[in-house]
């Protein structure tokens, strides 16, 4: 699989509350974690079962080499994961002692990432996932790529941004599958509230294999040519949903990878991110195919 998208280091305040403007406020503690939703994405494919080629760009720096060793670690093919003088992307966030959170994220590094930093050869018939962390026109070239050499484009459209443009409208042209969540379905389809997720994701999955949309506890709705269907979510003690969306399009790549059917797939991501949700963390709480097979098989 090619993974083309984000890595940022997450920087983590905890602090009782969140300064106001002009305050200045003592924190409690801090910690760095590696993020971004394509090293997280990448993370989760691998860890699903597939090799993963991940291509995006760091700084030359230190959380550049901390992000770097992180994919490593998980056997991520990182060949194509370039390196900028731009300083590597980060995301700062303070968590409130009530929970609440405030995030500013700088991509700095990411948005570096030029169609120059994509491999050369893609592997016939592979799957690619890209999110819109990264310059469109970069993931637009990989996705002409990889449907030249016969693959299949998921494009998990978070943020949607840049897809009014012609650029945008060339990728979504070249996606195979859209995989969103219920905000960004709302956005892709120019309403204010979802209304039936179902016809949403039948309306997004005109003139492509397929369109699949993420509840959250909810599960998710699929739709393809052949038909649509809903998934409940798993029942499970949630702790921390952070990544599960993440979780969810690792799984879910992995398994259509593997020749699965768009529904064996989303059974397959959707256990994926249960399993996220029983654990703390992002990169941390991504669980491994045995795990998944496993819950499956309960
Ligand atoms: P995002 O984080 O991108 O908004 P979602 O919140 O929709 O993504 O979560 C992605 C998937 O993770 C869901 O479709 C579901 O399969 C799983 N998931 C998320 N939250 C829970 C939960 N509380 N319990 C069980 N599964 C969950």
Redesign the pocket.
Known sequence: MLVIGSANMDIVVRALRAPAAGETVMGLDYALYPGGKGANQAVAARRAGSYVQFCGCLGRDAYGEALRAALLADQVDVCALGVSETPSGVALITVEDSGENRIIVVPGANYALKPEGLPEIVRPGTVMLAQLEVPIETVLNGAAKVRSAGGTVVLNA?PVTGLSTASGAALLAATDVLLV???EAAMLLDVAELPAPAAAAQRLAQGRRAAVI????D??VWAEQAGCGHIP????E?VD?T??????AGGFAAALEAGKTVEQAVRF??AA??L??TKPGAQPSLPQRGDIVAFLER
């Open positions: 978070s969540n219920e905000t993420t509840l959250g506890s599960g998710v979510a798993h029942h499970v949630a949903t990544a599960c969306g993440d979780a969810f991501g959707n991110g249960a996220t949700a």
